[in-house]
């Protein structure tokens, strides 16, 4: 089993930046791609980047390109998103999650517990 702990969400205006911290342990957190999804008000749970095992490899839904940036220390077992030009649209619950057969947006295995991202305008 991997159990996920995400940190470092919280309340900012429009055009700030958050950075979200996930933290791994129970199995080998390199042999895994991570992710992070996020889930507004009524709305289904959407993906938003991952990172593969080695963080060589990026990928991210489009309305995110060129504000996050996802990326990993595996010497840490830990997973980060940079969040900057934050919009209202981007509050949400933001979930990190492992997969061991899904990257870069397909199943993923374990989750997280969630964080509180919110964007004020």
């Known amino acids: 089993q991997v159990q996920l702990v995400e940190s470092g969400g919280g309340l900012v205006q429009a055009g700030g930046s958050l950075r979200l911290s996930c933290t791994a342990s129970g199995r080998t957190f390199s042999s895994y791609a991570m992710g992070w999804f996020r889930q507004a008000p009524g709305k289904e749970r959407e993906f938003v980047a991952a990172i593969n095992w080695s963080g060589g490899g990026t990928y991210y839904v489009e309305s995110v390109k060129g504000r996050f940036t996802i990326s990993r220390d595996n010497t840490k077992n830990t997973v980060y998103l940079q969040m900057n030009s934050l919009k209202p649209e981007d509050t949400a619950v933001y979930y990190c999650?492992?997969?061991?057969?899904?990257?870069?947006?397909?199943?993923?295995?374990?989750w997280g517990q969630g964080t509180q991202v919110t964007v004020s305008s």
């Open positions: 999650a492992a997969t061991y057969s899904g990257y870069p947006a397909g199943e993923y295995h374990y």
